[in-house]
C-alpha cells in the first residue's frame, strides 16, 4: 500500500506540538490531522486541551469532534480516518502534518494492524468483575505473566488496554504482542519510514513538569470542573467508558463522587505526569525520530530547517 508524503509530529503532553505545529503551517503548504484519542470526542473541550473554535478557524483539524462520549473509537478507526483525511489532503496538492501525543495511534497508522480478535462483551464484564474484586494492579500481574512486553507497556490501572490485552489471550490463547508482530503491514512500514517523524523531548524534565502544572491549573481556571459536571449531568456517560478514563476527567469524576473535589488538582497533574512518562519511554524506543528539544528554541528552528530540506524534495498532488 503507497501511503502519501506525510510529516509527524509527536512529543509528551504539554511539549508544545500544537505551537509547533502552527509555526510549521504558517510557513510550509501542509494541513493538520489529529493524533489525538481524546480530542475526537465532542463536549470534552478543557480537560483534552483542544483548540478553541478561533484557533480551529484558523489551523483547521481534522479528526476532531467525531463522536460523542458515549462511543468508542479504536486504532484501527483512526488509521482508515487518517488514510482517508492524509488522501483527501495530498490531492488538494497539500501535505499532511499528524500532530498529537496518543502513540498507538501512530504506531498503527506506520505499522498497520495485526486482525486481532472482535471484541467479547460477556468476557469483558468478568473481567471488569474481576478487577472489582481484586483490582486492575492485580490483572496487571496477571497479564505480565501472559504477555511480558504488552505489561511492560502498560500502568498498572490502566484499566481499558489491560482488559483488551487479556480479552485477547482469553478468547484466542495468543498475547496480543504476539498478534501485533507478525501481522504488521510492511508495505505500510516502508513507506512510513521515510516520513520526517519530530519528536519533542525536553532536555529537563522538570521543565516538562512545569508546563504540566501551568497547564492543569489552567484547565481548573478555564472550569473543567464544571466541564466534567455537565457530562455526569447526561445520564448516559459512567466512568468506566473511554471518554471518561482520559485523563483528567477520571480524576475529577472520582473526586465528584468522593465529595473531594479540591484533592482533584493534584490528582490530575501526577496523573498527567505519568502519561508524560510513557508517552516519552515510548518516544526513546522509537529509533528513526528526529529530536526536537522542545525547551530549547533553537532546535525547534533547526528541526524548521530541516523540513525546509525535505520539503524540497517530495512530490505534492494526485
Known amino acids: 500500500m503507497k501511503l502519501p508524503p506525510a510529516i509527524l ?8 506540538k500544537t505551537a509547533l505545529a502552527f509555526e510549521i503551517a504558517d510557513r510550509f503548504p501542509v494541513d493538520l490531522i489529529s493524533v489525538d484519542s481524546a480530542q475526537v470526542f465532542r463536549d470534552m473541550n478543557i480537560g ?4 478553541d473554535a478561533a484557533t480551529l478557524a484558523r489551523y483547521p483539524h481534522r479528526l476532531v469532534d467525531l463522536i460523542s462520549p458515549e462511543e468508542s473509537y479504536s486504532a484501527a478507526r483512526f488509521r482508515t480516518d487518517a488514510l482517508a483525511a492524509m488522501a483527501a489532503i495530498t490531492a488538494a496538492g497539500r501535505v499532511p502534518l499528524l500532530v498529537g501525543g496518543t502513540m498507538l495511534y501512530f504506531k498503527a497508522l506506520r505499522e498497520g494492524l495485526a486482525d486481532l480478535p472482535d471484541a467479547n462483551p460477556e468476557l469483558r464484564a468478568q473481567i471488569d468483575a474481576e478487577a472489582e474484586l481484586l483490582g486492575w494492579p492485580a490483572l496487571h500481574q496477571e497479564l505480565a505473566l501472559l504477555d511480558p512486553e504488552t505489561a511492560a507497556r502498560l500502568a498498572p490501572n490502566d484499566a481499558q488496554r489491560i482488559q483488551r490485552a487479556l480479552e485477547v489471550w482469553r478468547t484466542s490463547g495468543r498475547s496480543l504482542s504476539d498478534w501485533h508482530g507478525p501481522a504488521a503491514d510492511r508495505a505500510a ?8 517523524l519530530l519528536s519533542l523531548e525536553p532536555l529537563a524534565r522538570a521543565w516538562l513538569h512545569e508546563r504540566i502544572a501551568q497547564r492543569c491549573a489552567q484547565m481548573f481556571d478555564d472550569g473543567l470542573i464544571d466541564e466534567v459536571c455537565a457530562l455526569k449531568r447526561r445520564g448516559d456517560l459512567h466512568p468506566d467508558l473511554p471518554s471518561m478514563r482520559c485523563v483528567g476527567y ?4 472520582a473526586s465528584l463522587d468522593r465529595g473531594a473535589d479540591g484533592a482533584a488538582r493534584a490528582e490530575v497533574v501526577a496523573a498527567t505526569r505519568q502519561l508524560a512518562k510513557r508517552q516519552l519511554s515510548w518516544l526513546r524506543s522509537t529509533t528513526d525520530r528526529h529530536v526536537v528539544v522542545c525547551d530549547n528554541p533553537q532546535a525547534r528552528e533547526q528541526a524548521l530547517e530541516t523540513l525546509r530540506t525535505w520539503s524540497r524534495h517530495v512530490p505534492r498532488g494526485a
Open 9 to 16: 509530529l509527536m512529543g509528551p503532553t504539554a511539549s508544545g
Open 48 to 51: 483534552t486541551a483542544k483548540p
Open 189 to 196: 512500514r516502508g513507506h512510513a519510514s521515510r516520513w520526517p
Open 250 to 253: 477520571r480524576q475529577v469524576w
